[in-house]
């Protein structure tokens, strides 16, 4: 039987792309273990886990009621952080049954097993146990040209992903409202950086450029994202896990708003400065059919809720801004497989940047877009 500090921390889906920066975040920020458990679908992979003594991989699905029991019973956490989901909008339209399953059944199982288990906890260890939900701005529906989403955005959510995000948004604040789980729930914007799954839009135009492929663009390419980098992100959530106010809501917003198309013509030009043999990758664009109820834009007002002092939830001036940016050029990827091969899965950084370990920026005014590099890293 494993044997555990007080200060354990469980994160579900801690395999992927969001969730690896967040058990990254807790290595450099708490002492105790970090139980990741994950079913290691498509979305998910060992390797994506820095290869740390303290980090324990434990395959098992959310929705499973007996894994998650067992698992509260032997590492008895003292805090958790909900990231399990399915989470691509295109593979909810193909088949929406998987994100019911995973996004409120998985999340209703972590919720009850998770109040049994913070029923049996006192004092200092009960205060400070705290459940993290983790969610999308997807939930709040699609803004106009103007305004911002803020905890107190009414929720309308238009596809089958952002609605299974939207009914588990619910189910955790109604284990609060009725059982005092101290729940905290957040909700961000697009998130962009290391360890991203092909299918997403920034890695994907950049392996299909590079491989001389159309690059798709919804539509006319005029939706707008608030774009997050990931370790931002996780630095957030791991203060919601820390020092979040039960029952609160905090919003993570990047504060770079740009359009589909300008970030593909983003990656454009900076694929031009360092392949140039494929130069110029914009006439690679091509415009299809737009997404069954593509939201038009949306934006974080990540400054709601300041004045409350618990977490910063701006991060910095621009997640994607020279402010704050870090140097990610020496970083390289670790894990149980580390030395292995790239798979087909997940491209090596060096697959992208042949000639160095950084994209530097050709473009000062696309310093949002910090390095393509960090992309792989």
Known sequence: MRSFTASTTLVTGGAGFIGSAVVRELLR????????????????????????????????DVADARVVQETFEVDRPARVLHLAAESHVDRSIDGPLAFVRTNLEGTAVMLE????????????????FRFVHVS?????????????????????????????KAGSDHLARAWWHTF???????????NYGPRQHPEKLIPHMILRALAGEPLPVYGSGANVRDWLHVEDHARGLVDAALGGAPGATYLFGGGA???NLEVVRALCRLLDERRPAGAPHERLVAFVADRPGHDHRYAIDAASADAAGEIDQRLGKDGFGQDGARDHRKRKRRGPQQGAKCGARWIC??????????????DPDQGWLRSAGNLYS
């Open 257 to 259: 708003e740009r359009t």
């Open 180 to 190: 005092g789980l101290p729940v905290v729930v957040t909700n961000c914007s697009n």
């Open 113 to 128: 097993a998770a109040r049994r288990h913070w029923a049996t906890l006192e004092g200092a260890e009960r205060d400070a």
């Open 29 to 60: 920020r708490t002492e105790g273990f970090v139980i990741v458990l994950d079913a290691l679908t498509y979305a998910g992979g060992r390797d994506n886990l820095p290869d740390d003594p303290r980090v324990v991989l434990l395959e098992g």
């Open 349 to 362: 950084h060096e697959k992208l940047l042949e000639n160095g370990p950084g994209l530097a920026l050709a």
């Open 136 to 164: 999308t701005d997807e939930v709040f529906g699609s803004l106009g040209d103007e305004g911002a989403f803020t905890p107190d955005t009414p929720y309308d959510p238009r596809s089958p992903y952002s609605a299974s």
